[in-house]
């Protein structure tokens, strides 16, 4: 049907003009023969044939009926609404939910049944079964008179979508599920298309752990977590790997200015030379001349010797003493061996090889089978390019550069990217202690709800309670809201005020809405309190129940210290200050030991890959064996050879040797000299020497 074929409307009810005795009024029931009534319509006797006994309908019982029709529709189509009537609800056993009638002495005062066979009477207000329909329009008129001034009066107070600056804490309060018992704050930090950056507060009730962690989210939709902090006082990397403090890092590595082992220390990387497996070299060296101790493997014969090598500075080899696994002890004369290392203190590799326009020292690290890992140094003469690598050789023959470092300053991956360095880093992100954005911030994330686009929230949140602005889409009709929503602490949504593209400004009730905030533009908690000496700045960061995971700015005024600190507090309300960073230079962790930066950790330790030693370097490291206490070995292995010094103590006695030993494949030791601190010295147990 259309709006054009509604039929004409009743200027006046049929028959208005009828004929005195043409029209009749239709009683209730049946008066006499053929006569019709409202309860039986026209009579049986009325549908007989005369020539049986019936008779013909009255015309003015048609007349009647048409004009007791035509009044009613007359008065619905003028718009009148019927006053209540008590006979009528008798008649009809009381009106129906949804009926609407007017006050019998007031026509524009209406009310509602809200209720099913509903005969009481709404004038009087005391059934609860009528509604007053006109009582309502007054109130909720009222009601949005008075919140609109409200809502003018607050608006200078308000956030604008253009962003700015908050005086209080910023905390995202939005939860969500990703498996059972585990609970994930909505993300709260950066996006830029589809790639986000983001702080995030993570719960584990089952392993009563709770994370702090900081997510970076790729184009391709892969999630990465550079860096994660818990409860328990773990810092980590993406691999779950814990970051190496500086007193950890004392306590466990040597540093280059030399120290105490308190193991065995081998040199296990080997190289290849004709059917001679050799171990790299383990002594001191001077300028172009080395001293040191090696293991070598005759593969063809299964012939193990344990040598000490002098290499003079003509490039000569001299074996003064060698021992092998049979106890034979030989002097040998000069040994020519490239491919080399040449070490300080420590192990370097010399010995060069051209390719194409480089020249390149041969490597120098661990290998087995057919991989390699090692160090190499390669010379450009035509471009004064010097390069200094890491090189991973896999079994399948293919290299990979991991690490290269030129003398042009740049330091470079697998790809050739560059690292990117702390003052770079500065200049170009924003650090965890917070700063200063030059952008606009925006909330661009958005989820669905029925036929609206909604906008994740953008505001402040403080327990279970939240206050914050939203854009809205009503995608059928093209109509756009921007809203202002208090989220009270339980659950209810209020939309004090509510803005449209068409400048219209309405109040609605509650809205449920749940999910994230996204920004583009400067977010800065600058709102502060006291606490002893410190100045502090409210928390900025995410939270749920009573847990929180904030950035947070502090100032001493008597020390001249700014701290930035990242802050984790547990459902005990314990706070772990994970991460300090303050203007004198330091980073610390939660005991406040500075973490090691790559360059302090290259000026005072010596990498697996191997380096210069400027102190000395003894092992003090000791075990017992009977009464005799000895150090812990430092040689050269080969499988399951050792060629190695020790100093072994006689308690009962005071005697203490100082001896080179041999173990063989088969796990004999063989000692082909020792020296006591009486002078002596014994070879392979036959000769006595005194003096020096």
Do not use: C
Not at 176 to 195: D, I, K, M
Not at 199 to 217: C, F, K, P
Not at 329 to 355: E, H, I, K, P, W
Not at 614 to 625: I, K, R, V
């Amino acid at each position: 049907m259309k709006q054009t074929d509604s039929s004409p409307l009743f200027p006046t009810p049929f028959g208005a003009q009828a004929d005195s005795g043409t029209l009749t009024q239709i009683p209730p029931s049946k008066t006499a023969i053929g006569r019709a009534s409202l309860a039986l319509g026209f009579p049986k006797e009325t549908f007989t044939p005369i020539a049986a006994g019936g008779v013909p309908p009255y015309g003015e019982d048609m007349n009647g009926i048409l004009n007791m029709l035509s009044q009613s529709v007359r008065a619905s189509e003028a718009g009148l609404v019927r006053p209540f009537s008590a006979s009528y609800a008798q008649q009809i056993g009381g009106y129906p939910r949804g009926s609407l009638v007017s006050h019998p002495n007031d026509p524009t005062h209406l009310f509602v049944s809200i209720a099913d066979n509903n005969g009481d009477d709404p004038t009087k207000g005391s059934s609860g079964s009528w509604s007053s329909l006109t009582n309502s329009i007054d109130t909720i008129g009222a009601a949005l008179t008075a919140e609109t001034q409200r809502a003018q009066a607050a608006e200078a107070a308000l956030l604008p979508l253009s962003g700015g600056t908050m005086s209080g804490a910023l905390f995202s309060g939005g939860t969500f599920s990703p498996s059972e018992n585990v609970y994930a704050t909505q993300p709260v930090g950066a996006a830029l298309s589809g790639e986000q950056f983001y702080l995030q507060l993570v719960n584990d009730n089952n392993a009563g752990t709770t994370w702090g962690r900081l997510v970076l989210r790729d184009g391709g939709g892969n999630f990465h977590v550079p860096i994660q902090i818990d409860n328990h006082g773990h810092v980590t990397d993406a691999q779950g790997r814990d970051f190496l403090t500086k007193p950890e890092a004392q306590a466990v590595y040597l540093p280059l200015s030399g120290g105490n082992l308190t193991g065995s220390l081998y040199s296990t990387g080997t190289f290849q030379q004709g059917s001679l497996e050799l171990t790299q070299p383990v002594g001191a060296a001077l300028a172009d001349e080395q001293f040191f101790l090696q293991l070598v493997n005759e593969t063809k014969n299964g012939t193990t010797w344990g040598r000490l090598v002098l290499r003079d500075g003509g490039g000569n080899f001299h074996v003064p003493i060698q021992v092998d696994n049979h106890d034979n002890t030989t002097v040998n004369g000069t040994l020519n061996v490239t491919g080399q290392a040449g070490f300080q203190s420590s192990v370097l590799s010399q010995g060069t090889f051209q390719q194409g326009d480089l020249q390149m020292t041969m490597p120098i690290g661990a290998g087995f089978w057919d991989m390699q890992f090692f160090l190499q140094l390669a010379n450009n003469a035509k471009t004064g390019t010097t390069t200094g690598r890491l090189v991973l050789k896999d079994n399948g023959g293919n290299y990979f550069v991991a690490l290269q470092i030129d003398n042009h300053g740049h330091v470079t991956d697998a790809q050739g990217r560059d690292f990117l360095t702390k003052p770079e880093a500065q200049a170009a992100y924003l650090p965890l202690s917070g700063g200063n954005l030059t952008g606009a911030l925006y909330s661009t994330g958005t989820f669905q709800q029925g036929s609206l686009e909604l906008t994740q929230p953008v505001g402040a949140a403080l327990a279970d309670e939240q206050f914050f602005l939203q854009l809205v889409n009503e995608t059928k009709n093209g109509t756009t809201w921007g809203r202002l929503v208090l989220r009270d602490g339980g659950g209810n949504f209020h939309v004090p005020i509510q803005v449209d593209n068409h400048d219209n400004t309405t109040v609605n009730g509650t809205l449920n809405v749940t999910g994230q905030a996204g920004f583009q533009s400067s977010v800065l908690s600058q709102g502060t309190f006291q606490q002893g000496d410190l100045q502090m700045t409210m928390p900025i960061g995410a939270g749920f129940w009573d847990m929180q995971f904030f950035l947070q700015l502090a100032n001493n005024a008597k020390t001249g210290t700014t701290t930035g600190r990242l802050v984790l507090k547990d459902n005990g309300g314990n706070y772990f200050v994970a991460l300090q960073i303050d203007n004198h230079g330091h980073v610390t962790d939660a005991q406040g030991r500075d973490f090691l930066t790559k360059p302090e950790a290259q000026a005072a330790y010596l990498p697996l890959s191997g380096g210069n030693l400027t102190g000395a370097l003894y092992s003090t490291g000791t075990f017992q064996q009977g009464s005799l206490e000895l150090t812990q070995p430092v040689g050269a292995a080969l499988a399951d050879e050792q060629f190695f010094l020790q100093l072994v103590n006689e308690t009962k006695n005071g005697t203490t040797w100082g001896r080179l030993v041999l173990r063989d494949g088969g796990g004999n030791f063989h000692v082909p000299i020792q020296v006591d601190n009486h002078d002596n010295t014994t070879v392979n147990g036959t000769l006595n020497v005194t003096g020096q």
